[in-house]
């Protein structure tokens, strides 16, 4: 396989699950603002800390408003993390690359890109907003289980496979630092009440609620809720999941060995780690060493097989 083909496969995969996540967390804080208690709003900053964007976003918004962080998050086309951009990468990735794909996941992303582009300004209000965004998860995760379910398990299936898991891990560890960065307020007397409500806006970002209840068998507590989603090797979005597909579709490649020890130090990271014991800046501090995990396993990944191989002369 062309290096280039198996590139734009794995970036096309990444934007995909990229615009499914944003839409994801824009929606579940929207829905958090009906579950706060009485006196309680949401915080907006954190969705833009989550993809680190702070510097792009105060360029052009004076603060960290609703109305400007979901505009932000979901049409800013010079917004690489924002949900428009990604759709609109993903779509062009697949472009390049429409002689190794099923048909229909250009047709999906197409008519996705015009749905998103006929409906912006209903979909930016709070009435149209939710089904806006569930128009875009619902025909991502039809994509997703397109190319899952018809591709020929080849060697552009596991760099689907990789694109995929690494953006899942990547945006579920900032998923949980967002939640944690977000402080409860002194004068709330109920302060539990507010912790079960942020963890459970964690679950829901990741689809992962009814998962999480059928796995564990407890109510939603800060401690249960980081184990699930860090070391639970079976639902698909949790860290150790991620991670343990990427090491098996590397598996699948030549020349794979410096990959796999980027993926298995992070696996590492986790398997020895005690993470419901963690304090919030403990787990902070681990989210950092993890998404360098990740960044080091892409660069291993783009360097053996995107990168053109350096020249004799």
Same mark, same amino acid.
Request: contains cysteine; aromatic residues 8%.
């Given at each position: ?8 496969? $794995?970036?096309?995969? &990444? ?39 702070? %510097? ?16 932000? =998050?979901?049409?800013?086309? %010079?917004? !690489? ?20 794909? !099923?048909?229909?996941?250009?047709? $999906? @992303? ?44 080849? @060697?552009? $299936? ?20 967002? &939640? ?13 009440? @507010? ?13 992962? $609620? ?15 809720? =980081? ?32 990959? @796999? ?25 681990m989210v950092d060493v993890l998404q360098h995990r990740l960044d080091d396993i892409h660069t291993t990944i783009a360097r053996m097989y995107f990168l053109p191989a350096p020249?004799?002369?």
């Open positions: 396989m062309l290096s280039r083909v198996a590139e734009n496969i $794995y970036w096309m995969s &990444r934007y995909i699950e990229r615009a499914e996540s944003m839409a994801r967390v824009v929606g579940a804080n929207t829905k958090l603002q009906l579950d706060l208690p009485r006196g309680v709003t949401p915080d907006w900053k954190p969705l833009i800390d989550v993809i680190a964007a702070n %510097d792009a976003f105060e360029q052009t918004h004076s603060d960290y408003g609703e109305r400007q962080v979901v505009r932000f =998050l979901i049409s800013d086309a %010079d917004s !690489p993390g924002s949900v428009r951009s990604s759709l609109r990468f993903a779509r062009e990735n697949c472009r390049t690359v429409r002689e190794v794909l !099923p048909l229909e996941a250009w047709q $999906y @992303l197409t008519e996705l890109q015009l749905f998103v582009d006929e409906n912006l300004k209903a979909g930016l209000t709070k009435k149209g907003r939710h089904a806006f965004l569930n128009r875009i998860i619902r025909t991502c995760q039809m994509t997703t289980g397109l190319l899952s379910s018809v591709m020929t398990r080849d @060697l552009g $299936y596991q760099f689907l496979r990789l694109g995929r898991n690494l953006e899942r891990a990547d945006m579920t560890t900032r998923f949980i630092d967002m &939640r944690l960065a977000v402080a409860q307020p002194d004068r709330l007397a109920d302060s539990t009440q @507010l912790s079960t409500v942020q963890w459970v806006t964690v679950l829901d970002s990741l689809s992962a $609620y009814q998962m999480y209840r059928r796995k564990m068998h407890a109510t939603v507590e800060r401690e249960h809720v =980081l184990w699930f989603l860090f070391k639970d090797d079976e639902f698909p979005r949790s860290f150790m999941h991620c991670v343990n597909a990427i090491e098996e579709g590397l598996g699948a490649l030549e020349n794979s060995r410096p990959c @796999l020890l980027a993926a298995r130090k992070a696996a590492k990271d986790i398997e020895r780690t005690a993470v419901e014991k963690l304090t919030p800046e403990e787990i902070s501090d020249s004799d002369g």
